[in-house]
């Protein structure tokens, strides 16, 4: 895909010249159009309404369809942008979506929640310009959407490639990010792919984490529909490490087993007081409303609810509670950070649309101990401010306790939000399996091969807690390697 053909290059060049650098750099940037913030934090229906068919040819007209696309090499799948976004601009958004289905299994979801403004926008062109970069992510769940919803409007199957199987059984174990986008590159190589996932829904935290308001379930569901329809097989219910074993797998017939099972086990400060009733992680929260659905009507799944809710950390996790709590009635929905906006490290929109819902964001403050009533149920948290210091290994400045500077704040709801570890199941069941002191997979960075000759692992499992593409992108290398080991007969 990489060489355009002849035919490419020919519609390329014309539309390349039919509108001058100057002329296609002077248009602005598009707005996504995005739900009323007083309206949005009563519901759970998508923010982000994305672009019109008239936004997106105008967007993509803006792309320059640079001789040498630095945008490709800020994707960790190297999605072949400029041809995604040229077909937008000719009016062949079917073809731009075939263009993202080469590289990425999950590009209605990578549209929605890859940090683009860190990776291919960050490389665009026009940052050198000082103008904003094209919109390389709206553009993509445009192409997304318009594919799923001509495939439902048409009543069509979604899009079967036909293989020749090749009569080799892989497994795969959890069914987030990685596990898919493994598993439809190995199908599109003519495998058996069978993917084991412990929960009852297939997606990892595309399900389970990120609330519907961003990435809606129905959207999930159809590029796992997509994977189905290849042949996929999706077994749930099924622990790895617990309900099968690995040594049971090999019996079963597997040539190849690709661990994906994430980082899903929540981190604690360890702080006085946080064991106390009404704080709990992110991870429970999110699953409790997102997979269990807690809080709607008709279901059992009870959940904590809080007038005055205090979300701990800065991460995606974090303003996904956060905003989580407003949407379940808090009156008053904290960020507490402990350093200052600049550093957080969750999506720039995400913090931005926290910020229009009326989430306060309280940087520059770390909780040191909480406090209860006589229920045990916590009444305030006590918080150190901070100031910033030198940077640390992440680069960031870090932060330093202000002495004397301690603030009691009531709450009645906490969600600590400061980090995941891996699950710690599939490493600890399997005795002969390098696992690093953090607890992740130890691979080859290449190959995402293990110490284990048919075991390969990517995503979170390996990374610790990371970001979708990459975990894609660490299922695409795998499945290269573990084809070419499987081709050479040297499993
Ligand atoms: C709330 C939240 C919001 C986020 N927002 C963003 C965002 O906006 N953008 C972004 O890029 N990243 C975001 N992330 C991070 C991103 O979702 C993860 O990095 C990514 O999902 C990792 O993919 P994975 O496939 O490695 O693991 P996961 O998505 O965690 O999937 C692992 C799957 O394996 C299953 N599993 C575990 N153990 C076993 C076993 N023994 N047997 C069978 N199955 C097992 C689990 O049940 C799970 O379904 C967010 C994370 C969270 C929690
Ligand atoms: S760098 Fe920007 S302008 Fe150039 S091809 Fe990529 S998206 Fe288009």
């Known amino acids: 895909m990489n060489q355009d053909t002849n035919r490419d290059s ?7 010249n039919s509108l001058t650098a100057k002329q296609r750099t002077s248009i602005p940037r598009v707005v996504m159009p995005q739900l009323n913030p007083q309206y949005r934090i009563t519901c759970n229906h998508e923010v982000n309404q994305g672009l019109s068919p008239v936004q997106a040819v105008l967007e993509a007209t803006r792309c320059l369809d640079c001789p040498d696309p630095q945008c490709i090499h800020g994707c960790p799948v190297s999605i072949n942008i400029p041809s995604f976004i040229k077909n937008i601009e000719r009016g062949e958004t079917l073809i731009a ?17 890859c940090p683009q403004e860190k990776q291919c926008e960050s490389r665009c062109i026009y940052n050198k310009m000082k103008k904003q970069p094209v919109a390389i992510g709206y553009l993509e769940r445009f192409a997304a959407d318009f594919e799923r919803e001509n495939i439902k409007i048409n009543h069509l199957e979604p899009k079967k490639e036909t293989v020749a199987c090749n009569g080799i059984n892989i497994a795969v174990v959890g069914s987030g990010p990685a596990g898919l986008s493994f598993a439809g590159d190995m199908i599109k190589r003519g495998y058996n792919v069978t993917v084991y996932e412990a929960l009852h829904e297939i997606g990892g935290v595309l399900k389970y984490g990120i609330p519907e308001f961003r990435l809606p379930n129905s959207v999930v569901e159809a590029e796992i529909d997509g994977l189905r329809a ?13 309900t099968i074993s690995y040594d049971q797998l090999h019996e079963m017939g597997y040539k190849g087993i690709f661990v994906a099972s994430g980082a ?52 995606n996790t974090a ?40 989430v306060e964001f309280m940087t520059l403050s770390n909780p040191v101990e909480y406090l209860a009533d006589e229920n045990g149920r916590v009444r305030a948290m006590k918080v150190q401010r901070m100031e910033l210091g ?44 390098e696992v690093s ?23 979170d499992i390996v990374r610790g807690g990371a970001t ?24």
């Open 319 to 358: 303003m996904d509670s956060v905003r989580t709590a407003l949407r379940q009635g808090a009156k008053r929905a904290m960020i507490v950070y402990r350093r200052s906006l600049d550093e957080m490290p969750a999506r720039v929109e995400e913090v931005h649309h926290a910020q229009e819902e009326g």
């Open 468 to 491: 979708v593409i990459l975990a894609m992108g660490d299922g695409r290398r795998a499945a290269v390697a573990m084809h070419k080991a499987l081709s050479e007969h040297s499993l």
């Open 264 to 315: 899903g086990l929540p981190r604690f400060m360890g702080i006085p007081g946080e064991n106390f009733v009404g704080i709990m992680s992110s991870n429970e929260y999110l699953t409790r409303i997102n997979l269990m659905g807690a809080g709607q009507s008709g279901e059992d799944t009870p959940v904590l609810k809080g007038n005055c809710v205090a979300v701990v950390g800065g991460g």
């Open 10 to 16: 020919q519609w390329r060049e014309e539309l390349r």
């Open 230 to 242: 290849e042949g996929v097989k999706f077994i749930k219910d099924c622990v790895v490490g617990k």
């Open 97 to 113: 979506a075939a263009v993202l289905k080469q590289t990425s299994a999950l590009p209605a979801v990578c549209g929605r929640v």
């Open 390 to 433: 030198e940077p640390d290994a992440s680069g960031r400045r870090s932060p330093m306790p202000i002495e004397g500077a301690i603030e009691e704040i009531a709450v009645d709801l906490v969600i600590v939000s400061v980090g995941v570890s891996p699950n710690p199941l599939i490493p600890n069941s399997i005795p002969q399996l």
């Open 437 to 459: 002191h953090r607890g992740t997979i130890v691979v080859n960075e290449e190959s995402m091969k293990s110490t284990l000759p048919d075991l390969y692992a990517g995503g």
